[in-house]
T-cell receptor, first 110, second 112 residues
């Protein structure tokens, strides 16, 4: 089992460019999450999906959109990247309480 | 919104020392988690607690629901324990919402 995978590992964007961060899990988990991690701050929830076909906003959703494509995949899209979106992005999944994290994507917006 | 505070922010210890990291939260919870983030960035779940105490190897986690406080202890610390330790809480009475609120983390460095 690969667990939770994320692509890409690292990305540099110019302000205004768009991109999609991909996340997939092979553990048959219902819930999936997107977080961002910034220096000096805890992980903050961007969006989550409690089950296939549902998505809800988290703490910091502005500037992002998500798609729960199927039970395995949950993508995060930045339509027009801004320097404030420079961060490390983590995807996670859970069946119940315990969340399993992907390796993260480092995003730099210039 | 639940506020999660961890202390200390940074901790340096010598190999073999007993380590304690503290976590307090402001609102009633249904579960508290301790996670470890390795220097390379990967995040793994260590414990999930709703009451009492759990032990796994040299790691011990306790929670006091009345005082809204949890501690993570590491006995006989080792340089490989060097990592960021993160406390996270699931607020409310449970149900199917597993959203967590995270503390800022405690950076532990264990020197040989």
């Amino acid at each position: 089992n690969a667990g939770v995978t994320q692509t890409p590992k690292f990305q540099v964007l110019k302000t205004g460019q768009s991109m999609t961060l991909q996340c997939a899990q092979d553990m048959n988990h219902n819930s999936m999450y997107w977080y961002r991690q910034d220096p000096g701050m805890g992980l903050r929830l961007i969006y989550y999906s409690a089950s296939e076909g549902t998505t809800d906003k988290g703490e910091v959703p502005n500037g992002y959109n998500v798609s729960r494509l199927n039970k395995r995949e949950f993508s995060l899209r930045l339509e027009s990247a801004a320097p404030s979106q420079t961060s490390v992005y983590f995807c996670a999944s859970s069946l119940m309480e315990t969340q399993y994290f992907g390796p993260g994507t480092r995003l730099l917006v210039l | 919104k639940n506020e999660v505070e961890q202390s200390p922010q940074n901790l340096t210890a010598q190999e073999g020392e007993f380590i304690t990291i503290n976590c307090s939260y402001s609102v009633g919870i249904s579960a508290l988690h301790w996670l470890q983030q390795h220097p390379g960035g990967g995040i793994v779940s260590l414990f999930m607690l709703s009451s009492g105490k759990k032990k796994h190897g040299r790691l011990i986690a306790t929670i006091n629901i009345q005082e809204k406080h949890s501690s993570l202890h590491i006995t006989a610390s080792h340089p490989r324990d060097s990592a960021v330790y993160i406390c996270a809480v699931r607020s409310g009475s449970g149900g199917s919402n597993y959203k967590l609120t995270f503390g800022k983390g405690t950076l532990l460095t264990v020197n040989p």
